[in-house]
């Protein structure tokens, strides 16, 4: 094992921890407030910046920790704005992040894993097979990361954060809550966890866990079929989650958040283009307090898929809208460059 590996990454301790250990040295606690604010305020990447601490504190710090920031590989640039930035971390795996800007906004786009746990057929991400878990400093950086780019290109800060990139955020739940809590810590980003939204694919019990540990974040589910058969075909994990659990789980995520879920929804051609399907959604939505998002998709260079026609699209939206769900049709950001959602594969890097 080589010297870096055996130090501790700093970053895996909480304030209070890093408060325990302090002591436990003989110093006061402070230090450890000061260092923390150097890591996650400021976003050092180096003891040796830390210049309110002695020069013999930092030294020490040096030999026993590591600071695991990533480094950015490459920004690639879409024609609409979108900048995908391919993340390296320390052990080389790499992750990619997306800047997406409108006229006010700039959200980040980011991963929670390497590769990804779950199989769903249309996603590039589900090909690669899920490496590791991303910790909550790895997430952190990501968006660190975009909120320095939209301050360079935009000169404003980062305004959104969407767990929309490569993986599964609540099958890595205790690291995504504790990089949340870092974002919108007044130590880390101050950011009001309203601007942040968290996307699922669906797993009942963790989103009544969420609800649970009030988070404060908004919640979307990949919902993309409300049958059972149909979502099962596309999203072979559904299997072991009925759709009615999803829909009890929603109802619970609603009862304790008072939070409208977004549901995310794709429609292909021969998949979930008839009358059986928007039939079946309507009366999802009949049950849920929920919100309509028909994304575009993105080819991933296969031919299983294809969008359906925008008849069938409008389709969809008229039954919604009579019933009075909100719905909005959203186009992709980023296509060129493989930036879109489901589209993050690493197709420009050699892992
Ligand atoms: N695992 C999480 C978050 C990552 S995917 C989730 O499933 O929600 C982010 C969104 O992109 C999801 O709604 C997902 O269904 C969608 N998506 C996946 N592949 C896509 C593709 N090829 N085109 C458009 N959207 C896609």
Redesign the pocket.
């Known amino acids: 094992m080589s010297d870096t590996n055996s130090k501790i990454d700093i970053r895996t301790f909480s304030k209070s921890e890093l408060q325990t250990y302090f002591k436990s040295k003989n110093h006061p606690s402070y230090r450890a407030d000061q260092v923390y604010q150097w890591l996650w305020n400021k976003g050092v990447s180096s003891f040796e910046e830390m210049t309110n601490l002695s020069l013999e504190l930092r030294a020490f710090l040096q030999a026993h920790f590591e600071i695991r920031n990533v480094t950015n590989l490459h920004a690639q640039k879409s024609d609409d704005g979108t900048l995908k930035n391919a993340v390296k971390l320390h052990d080389e795996l790499v992750v990619e992040s997306v800047l997406i800007p409108t006229e006010k906004r700039t959200t980040a ?1 980011v991963s ?1 894993q390497v590769g ?1 746990s ?1 199989d ?1 057929k ?5 090909q690669l097979k899920r490496m590791r878990n991303l910790n909550a400093d790895e997430i952190f950086d990501q968006v660190k990361l975009i909120d320095r780019q939209s301050r360079t290109i935009y000169n404003r800060p980062l305004s959104n954060i ?10 890595n739940y205790n690291n995504v809550l504790k990089a949340i809590e870092i974002i919108t810590s007044k130590e880390g980003l101050h950011m009001s966890p309203k601007r942040i939204t ?5 797993i009942p019990k963790l989103i009544k866990k969420l609800a649970d540990d009030n988070a404060k974040i908004n919640l ?3 919902l ?1 079929s409300a049958r059972q058969e149909v979502r099962e075909q596309i ?1 072979p994990f559904a299997k072991k989650f009925p759709i009615e659990d999803l829909i009890d789980a929603l109802q619970y995520w609603y009862s304790q958040t008072k939070s409208r879920v977004t549901l ?3 429609v292909w051609k021969g998949v979930n283009d008839t009358q059986a399907d928007i039939k079946a959604l309507l009366n999802f939505c009949k049950k849920t307090v929920c919100k309509v998002n028909i ?6 260079d296969d031919d299983k ?1 294809q969008q359906a026609d925008n008849a069938t699209i409008e389709a969809y939206v008229r039954s919604l809208e009579a019933q009075k769900v909100t719905v909005t049709v959203r186009r ?1 950001r980023g296509k060129d460059i493989d930036a ?5 594969a690493n197709k420009s890097v050699n892992l």
Not at 122 to 126: G, L, M, P
């Open positions: 786009c929670s990804c779950l769903c249309f996603c590039a991400t589900a969407v767990f929309m990139g490569m993986g599964e955020p609540l099958m968290l996307s699922t694919s669906g979307a589910l990949s993309h999203m995310e929804y794709l994304i575009e998709y993105n080819s991933i898929f992709s879109a959602c489901g589209q993050l």
